[in-house]
């Protein structure tokens, strides 16, 4: 009688595992990674001008050239969580993605024009890891998401740029167009540095590429 109350057990049992096991089968979409980055642009803020900004505005404007921000006296606008350095001019109404704020980068002749490096994308990504992304945008030119990898040699303490990958690269067209996929962060061998455990990124847009950005997030985990 104790057998076969053992064998009623054990298919009782079976039978309550194979739909919570079946759930997790290849048919069935695998779950989001966790969000690092989900920008939409909608709140800006006005900020006291860095000295290091001013001086180098000044010289800008000096040369004739165009500033890369909006300013107001002793203020320049920012996006919320980009701290206080340039980061675009504010963009909103029609021109801007769903007709409400939106970043516009523009990079004049000389230069390239490089966001979020000592900021919202600083020290983001692992080596090795892969990431799925989403991003809308409109203009002229390439948006680039491109990486910064630093190394240190733990002998002597010295450190060294290894590499500048452009892990996101999308030519750009003059309507708004959301754009998704995924990318895998490099690792690297080069003894004697060391690379860092997180890797620091930036948006960049190079000499006379004007791009507008919106909707731009980052996820943990992709192909």
Partial sequence: MNSILRVGFGILFLVFLLPHSASFGSGEPKPEGRVLISQDFQEWLWLPIPYSVRQEGKKALAEGRTL?????GPLFRVPKGFGNLPAGRM???PE?????????LAADHQSDQIVGLHGPY???????????????????????????VDGVDPAT??????????LIAIPVTDAWKTYSGSFRMPEYDRPPYRTSAKISAAIVVEHDSTVCVDDFQIR???D
């Fill in 91 to 93: 963009v909103e109404g």
């Fill in 96 to 104: 801007a993605f769903g007709g409400g704020r939106s970043m516009l």
């Fill in 220 to 222: 943990e985990g992709g």
């Fill in 157 to 166: 303490g010295k450190t060294a740029w290894l590499d500048f990958p452009n």
């Fill in 122 to 148: 600083g020290h983001l990504l692992e080596p090795g890891k892969s990431y799925t992304y989403r991003v809308a945008l409109k203009g002229r030119g390439k948006f680039y998401f491109r990486a910064w």
């Fill in 68 to 72: 890369s921000f909006e300013h107001r």
